[in-house]
C-alpha cells in the first residue's frame, strides 16, 4: 500500500534556527513527490514538484531534496512568517492521476 | 485570477441529517477534487472528476455519500445522513487537464456533526 510519513509531528524553533522536515514513502514507482504549505483555515499552497532522487528545488528560505526513499524540507534561518504546517505528498502511479498525503509537519516559529 | 471558491465555509448539524457543499473551480479548469482533511490528518481524496465524468471515486463512501459536477464547472458534495466520524474540513481543489502536478485549493468547508 501507497504511504507517506512525514516527521516530526510538530516542530517548535527560534526565528533564526535552521532545522528539516522529513517525509518518507513507500509506492512502487514514484513519479512525483509534492509539498504544500496550509495555514489555519485554508486550503494547502503548493510548494514543490520533485521528480527523481537528487533533485532539488529551492524558494526562499526552503528548500526541498529527494532521495529514493525520502525528501527534505529544510528550512533556513525561518521567519514566524514561517509558521505554518508542511504537507508532502506523492503521485500514485495506478489509474487516475492522484496524490496521496501524508499527516503534515505542525513548524511554529518564535520570534 | 479567482482562486477557488466554496460555499459555505461552516456548517453544524447533528446527526444523521443531510448536508451539501458548493464549489466553483478555477475558469477553465478541466479536472476537480474533492478531498476530506480531518483535524490533524493530511487530506485524503473523496472524488476526482475529468470534465463531467468521475475518474476516480475509490474512496468514497457511496452508501452516504454523492457527489456531481455539472457541465464540467461547479461541483457539489452531498453527505446523507451524516454520523459523527464526517466532522472535517472538505476541500475542492482543482487543476489544469490532466495535471495533478499543481493543485489548486479553496479554503473550504468546515463540517462539525454533533
Given at each position: 500500500?501507497?504511504?507517506?510519513?512525514?516527521?516530526?509531528?510538530?516542530?517548535?524553533?527560534?526565528?533564526?534556527?535552521?532545522?528539516?522536515?522529513?517525509?518518507?514513502?513507500?509506492?512502487?514507482?514514484?513519479?512525483?513527490?509534492?509539498?504544500?504549505?496550509?495555514?489555519?483555515?485554508?486550503?494547502?499552497?503548493?510548494?514543490?514538484?520533485?521528480?527523481?532522487?537528487?533533485?532539488?528545488?529551492?524558494?526562499?528560505?526552503?528548500?526541498?531534496?529527494?532521495?529514493?526513499?525520502?525528501?527534505?524540507?529544510?528550512?533556513?534561518?525561518?521567519?514566524?512568517?514561517?509558521?505554518?504546517?508542511?504537507?508532502?505528498?506523492?503521485?500514485?502511479?495506478?489509474?487516475?492521476?492522484k496524490?496521496?498525503?501524508?499527516?503534515?509537519?505542525?513548524?511554529?516559529?518564535?520570534? | 485570477?479567482?482562486?477557488?471558491?466554496?460555499?459555505?465555509?461552516?456548517?453544524?448539524?447533528?446527526?444523521?441529517?443531510?448536508?451539501?457543499f458548493?464549489?466553483?473551480?478555477?475558469?477553465?479548469?478541466?479536472?476537480?477534487y474533492w478531498y476530506q482533511q480531518?483535524?490533524?490528518?493530511?487530506p485524503k481524496l473523496l472524488i476526482q472528476f475529468?470534465?463531467?465524468?468521475v475518474?476516480d471515486d475509490s474512496q468514497l463512501p457511496k452508501?452516504?455519500f454523492s457527489a456531481?459536477?455539472?457541465?464540467?464547472?461547479?461541483?457539489?458534495l452531498?453527505i446523507?445522513?451524516?454520523?459523527?466520524?464526517d466532522?472535517a474540513?472538505y476541500l475542492c481543489a482543482?487543476?489544469?487537464?490532466?495535471?495533478?502536478?499543481?493543485?489548486?485549493?479553496?479554503?473550504?468547508?468546515?463540517?462539525?456533526?454533533?
Open positions: 500500500e501507497d504511504q507517506v510519513t512525514q516527521s516530526p509531528e510538530a516542530l517548535r524553533l527560534q526565528e533564526g534556527e535552521s532545522s528539516s522536515l522529513n517525509c518518507s514513502y513507500t509506492v512502487s514507482g514514484l513519479r512525483g513527490l509534492f509539498w504544500y504549505r496550509q495555514d489555519p483555515g485554508k486550503g494547502p499552497e503548493f510548494l514543490f514538484t520533485l521528480y527523481s532522487a537528487g533533485e532539488e528545488k529551492e524558494k526562499e528560505r526552503l528548500k526541498a531534496t529527494l532521495t529514493k526513499k525520502e525528501s527534505f524540507l529544510h528550512i533556513t534561518a525561518p521567519k514566524p512568517e514561517d509558521s505554518a504546517t508542511y504537507l508532502c505528498a506523492v503521485q500514485v502511479p495506478q489509474g487516475a492521476q496524490l496521496v498525503f501524508g499527516q503534515g509537519t505542525r513548524l511554529t516559529i518564535n520570534p | 485570477e479567482a482562486g477557488v471558491a466554496q460555499s459555505p465555509r461552516y456548517k453544524i448539524i447533528e446527526k444523521r441529517q443531510s448536508v451539501a458548493w464549489c466553483n473551480p478555477i475558469s477553465g479548469h478541466a479536472t476537480l480531518i483535524l490533524g490528518q493530511g475529468q470534465n463531467n465524468g475518474v452508501d452516504r456531481e459536477r455539472l457541465k464540467g464547472v461547479d461541483s457539489t452531498k446523507q445522513p451524516a454520523k459523527l466520524e466532522s474540513v482543482s487543476s489544469a487537464q490532466g495535471s495533478v502536478e499543481k493543485l489548486f485549493f479553496g479554503s473550504g468547508t468546515q463540517l462539525s456533526v454533533l
